[in-house]
């Protein structure tokens, strides 16, 4: 069955950094498109970052532009944020989401940006 495992959050200082990682299992992974989404307290779920399956292609939220870079590698499955220059507003649990199921999300995981 289709499985997606978010990883790589915690907590970052204002203008830190982290990368985030989404393993995928269940389904043809290079075939598929592939997205980052975040959700923060008392806020709905919004869409940040996508990725083609190729990898190619990328589009991001206006939020995140110039700040974030979603990347894959289809050999590993895996899909990667790498957040640089964070704000307190990107507090949020992040989910991976694949356009092969699109009624599955993940545990996700959380990124707390403070001092």
């Known amino acids: 069955q289709v499985q997606l495992v978010e990883s790589g959050g915690g907590l970052a200082q204002p203008g830190g950094s982290l990368r985030l990682a989404c393993v995928a299992s269940?389904?043809?992974?290079?075939?598929?498109?592939m997205s980052w989404y975040r959700q923060a307290p008392g806020r709905e779920r919004e869409l940040i970052a996508v990725?083609?399956?190729?990898?190619?292609?990328?589009n991001y939220a206006e939020s995140v532009k110039g700040r974030f870079t979603i990347s894959r590698d289809n050999v590993k499955n895996t899909m990667y944020l790498q957040m640089n220059s964070l704000k307190p507003e990107d507090t949020a649990v992040y989910y991976c989401h694949t356009s092969y199921l699109l009624t599955y999300w993940g545990k996700g995981t959380l990124v707390t940006v403070s001092l």
């Open positions: 269940g389904f043809t992974f290079s075939d598929y498109l």
């Open positions: 990725i083609s399956s190729s990898g190619v292609s990328t």
